[in-house]
Structures are given as structure tokens and as C-alpha cells.
């Protein structure tokens, strides 16, 4: 099993950008498909952004598509997402999770096996 750790969020004005991290532990990391999930008080976990194992494909909900842009760099088993132009419904706790081995990148939380403590992303307008 992966270990995962996320870091980057905070406090930001709309508008601004944040790029949020994702530490994996573990030499199997490159194997895996990995995404960013998130879940604001009161609502279910959504999908925010996926890569596949190998980064070849990318998968955006439509809510964050131009805006955000997910990257794995497999030589520090770290995970970003990049966000530029929050937006104050951007704001909720952010969850990075690995998929299944050689996974192109689902949507699907369910299909998501080990999950982070999540960073918060508050966005002020």
C-alpha cells in the first residue's frame, strides 16, 4: 500500500492561484494511476482531477477543465495540482488518492484505494 501525504493548500483570493502536492511513499508509486478528490462541509467527495499511471492521460471534471492541471513526477513520487483561477465553489478539503495498478486515470472514487489526510483550500471572494 501507498503512503500519502498532501501539502500546499490555504487561504487564497479568487482569482489567485495554489498548486497543491502529493508525496507518495513506495517504489511501486510509477505503477499506479493517481487523483485529486474533494469534498466541501455538507456534500459528497467529487472528483476533481486524475493521471494515469504512466501521465500519458489526464482526466478533468468539467467544473475545474482550463483551470486546473494535474502532473506526476515519478522521480519524487509526488503528485500536483495546479490551480489557477479559484474560485470560491472551489473551496473545500482536497484529497489525493492512487487508483489501481497501470489504472488510466478513473473518475470514479470507488475505484480509488488509499487515500491522504486532505489539505484545506479556502478561496475568499
Known amino acids: 500500500q501507498v503512503q500519502i501525504v498532501e501539502s500546499g493548500g490555504g487561504l487564497v483570493q479568487a482569482g489567485a492561484s495554489l498548486r497543491l502536492s502529493c508525496a507518495a511513499s513506495?517504489?511501486?508509486?510509477?505503477?499506479?494511476?493517481m487523483g485529486w478528490f474533494r469534498q466541501a462541509p455538507g456534500k459528497e467527495r467529487e472528483f476533481v482531477a486524475a493521471i494515469s499511471w504512466s501521465g500519458g492521460n489526464r482526466n478533468y471534471a468539467d467544473s475545474v477543465k482550463g483551470r486546473f492541471t494535474i502532473s506526476r513526477d515519478d522521480a519524487k513520487n509526488t503528485v500536483y495540482l495546479q490551480m489557477n483561477s479559484l474560485k470560491p465553489e472551489d473551496a473545500a478539503v482536497y484529497y489525493c488518492?492512487?487508483?489501481?495498478?497501470?489504472?488510466?486515470?478513473?473518475?470514479?472514487?470507488?475505484?480509488?484505494?488509499?487515500w491522504g489526510q486532505g489539505t484545506q483550500v479556502t478561496v475568499s471572494s
Open positions: 513506495g517504489r511501486t508509486f510509477r505503477r499506479y494511476s
Open positions: 488518492a492512487s487508483g489501481f495498478p497501470y489504472g488510466m486515470g478513473s473518475s470514479l472514487t470507488n475505484e480509488y484505494q488509499q
